[in-house]
């Protein structure tokens, strides 16, 4: 799968990624997640199998530089082959969506925020946004919101956002920022798994004392199976000498995408 995927697609991706940097740095990817402790590997073979396969997610954090955006680059980083990442940058954009429901696309708003900036959503814009996964299509965000219900009253409450549309979006993870063990040290709090029809189920959260991350349940998203190769990829990873870019990350999860299916 890696040789078959074209460069310019690659890279394509790779851009719109890019795009959501706000701070000039290098994106980060799951491996980097990994060595920093904002996930262990359970937690991060879990994101991998199943963003990978195509599923919803959203990121959430009240503070200001929390790594939201950081987050959520890693993620789309490890999105099906074929699917087209593309910025939510305005209504015509999102409209454009609705009427594409054959082209399986990954809708990416930069910030639920009523700012005048690039691919931030609020109001009926933001309705909207979430309704392309009625479509057929993954959509991807994040948010200042700390808890599920923080999210769930920001979204639905404040955005009109329908409960169904919110349940949609499969995983929602929300982190926590300390510097109780070191400078911005970033946790991923707690992740909730939602299923059509099904409500949410806390499935991680982070014990604070302790500093460790403790499961709560089987996926009902993705098989153990899946779960297991994808930590085994990351660990593999992992183990390796400099940097893990963002293109270094993509090649060495195609071919696993190939084997598992997205």
Not at 56 to 61: A, E, P, R
Not at 75 to 101: K, Y
Not at 170 to 189: D, N, P
Request: glycine fraction near 10%; aromatic fraction near 8%.
């Amino acid at each position: 799968m890696a040789d078959r995927v074209p460069d310019e697609i690659l890279y394509r991706d790779l851009d719109e990624i890019e795009r959501c940097n706000q701070r000039g740095e290098r994106m980060l990817t799951l491996v980097d997640l990994l060595a920093a402790g904002t996930v262990d590997l359970p937690l991060a073979g879990y994101l991998l199998a199943t963003i990978s396969a195509g599923h919803s997610f959203l990121v959430g954090c009240v503070t200001g530089g929390g790594g939201k955006t950081t987050v959520m680059g890693a993620l789309l980083n490890v999105m099906p082959a074929d699917v087209r990442l593309r910025a939510a940058d305005s209504a015509a954009t999102i409209r454009a969506g609705q009427q594409e429901a054959q082209s399986r696309t990954c809708y990416i708003c930069h910030e639920i925020g009523a700012g005048q900036y690039y691919a931030y959503l609020w109001g009926a814009e933001a309705q909207s946004f979430f309704g392309l996964s009625r479509f057929g299509h993954i959509i991807a965000t994040n948010l200042h919101a700390d808890t599920l219900e923080q999210a769930r009253t920001q979204l639905c409450d404040e955005n009109g956002v329908s409960q169904r549309d919110f349940e949609r979006v499969s995983v929602k993870l929300f982190l926590h920022v300390g510097s109780g063990w070191g400078e911005r040290q970033r946790r991923v709090a707690s992740l909730y798994e939602s299923t059509r029809g099904g409500g949410h189920r806390s499935l991680f959260h982070w014990d604070s004392e302790a500093d460790r991350f403790i499961r709560e349940g089987p996926s009902q998203l993705v098989t153990a199976e899946r779960e297991s190769r994808c930590r085994e990829l990351l660990f593999e990873r992992s183990q390796r000498p400099g940097p893990c870019t963002l293109e270094i990350m993509r090649r060495a999860v195609l071919p696993l995408l190939e084997e598992l299916g997205a």
